[in-house]
Structures are given as C-alpha cells and as structure tokens.
C-alpha cells in the first residue's frame, strides 16, 4: 500500500492515528444516537457503514484520500462495541451479562489474532489478480 499510494512513515502512522481520534470522539455520539433509536435499526445500519467504508478504502488513490476514509472508518466503527454491549446489557440478566461480555470480548480478541493471518494469505494470493494490488 504505501509503494502504491506513496505513503512516507509519517502518513501511514497519521492514518493509524487518526482512525483512533475518530474511534475515540464518535463513541459517545454514537452512543446518544442508540439511546434514542431503535437498536435493531441502529446496529445494522452502523456494520453496513463500516462495510461500505471498508470497501471504499479500494478505490482511494492518494493518501489524503487513504487519511480521509480511516477517518470516516474511526466514525463508522465507533458505536459497534459500544452498541452490542448495551443490547447484551438490555437483554441479558445482571448475572449473565458478565459472561456474556467475556464472549463478545473473546470473540473480538481471537477474530484480531487470526484476521492478520488470513488477511496476509488472502492479499499475498490474490496480489496481482485482474492486476489490482492485493491489498486493494
């Protein structure tokens, strides 16, 4: 990615950072927003913004472009977590919902420890395909 874009070390470590800010500031937002609408709408709706985020970072062309849409991804995934624990909180009772945060938390931890094997062995695979970039 960073041959492609032409990304210096400086831009590749501000995009990981700013998808950070973005994850930091728009959680309590997001949060206000699922209080007042209707969870069973609002979650969809956040994971189809990611993907639709996610997808777009195979289009960008620069790294301004790449800064802005990890940005909008910080944005975009900043309500998940917090709107899954609130739906196992409103569901679960007080005795159960430990448990049931550890698996979420679990499930979180173990889909990171794979999610970089599995994504190397796909763009190392598909690297040069219709020759696109595999990290495209």
């Not at 501000?14 to 069973?40: D, E, H, T």
């Not at 917090?82 to 931890?109: C, D, H, N």
């Not at 062995?121 to 595999?134: F, N, Q, R």
């Amino acid at each position: 990615m960073d041959d492609s874009l032409g990304l210096t070390d400086n831009q590749y470590s501000l995009a990981i950072i700013l998808f950070q800010v973005a994850y930091v500031v728009f959680g309590v937002p997001s949060n206000m927003l699922l209080s007042k609408l209707r969870p069973s709408i609002y979650i969809p709706c956040i994971v189809f913004t990611w993907g639709g985020v996610v997808a777009t970072l195979a289009a960008i062309q620069t790294p301004a472009q790449l800064l802005a849409i990890r940005f909008l991804l910080g944005i975009a995934e900043a309500g998940y977590s917090p709107a899954v624990l609130f739906m196992i909180s409103m569901w679960y009772r007080r005795r159960e919902q430990s448990k049931r945060f550890m698996i979420f938390w679990t499930a979180g931890i173990l889909a990171g420890a794979f999610a970089g094997i599995l994504a190397g062995a796909i763009a190392s695979g598909l690297d040069g395909a219709h020759g696109i970039a595999g990290w495209r």
